[in-house]
């Protein structure tokens, strides 16, 4: 019924820049927190950014100053701009996003299916 749908990953090398996008179509009457996550090969998934629906935006530490998460709540849309790319941010990234379904307050995380990014020379 709901899905997120990544996109924007790729290859591209250190110091590059790359924008990802994650949109969340189906029945949806709300959407609160959406955000972006990572899983690098043979490492736990990991937070890298969230944004409310208020706007107020968190991030990891290791992407402070050099990745920006952003809205759209028209499209049911956050994006990923991500600059300054080192080969540490290699991983597949996640979207993930907390819905209420109509007719229900009750809210449910969902995750996207995961685009590749890969930093190398």
């Known amino acids: 019924q709901v899905q997120l749908v990544e996109s924007g990953g790729g290859l591209v090398q250190p110091g590059g820049s790359l924008r990802l996008s994650c949109a969340a179509s189906g029945s949806i009457f709300s959407i609160n927190v959406m955000g972006w996550y990572r899983q690098a090969p043979g490492k736990e998934r990991e937070l890298v950014a969230t944004?409310?629906?208020?706007?107020?935006?968190n991030y990891a530490d290791s992407v402070k100053g050099r990745f920006t998460i952003s809205r759209d709540n028209a499209k049911n849309t956050v994006y990923l701009q991500m600059n300054s790319l080192k080969p540490e941010d290699t991983a597949v990234y996640y979207c993930?996003?907390?819905?209420?379904?109509?007719?229900?307050?009750?809210?449910?995380?969902?995750w996207g299916q995961g685009t590749q990014v890969t930093v190398s020379s």
């Open positions: 993930k996003a907390n819905i209420a379904l109509p007719g229900s307050y009750d809210y449910k995380y969902y």
């Open positions: 944004i409310a629906n208020s706007g107020r935006t």
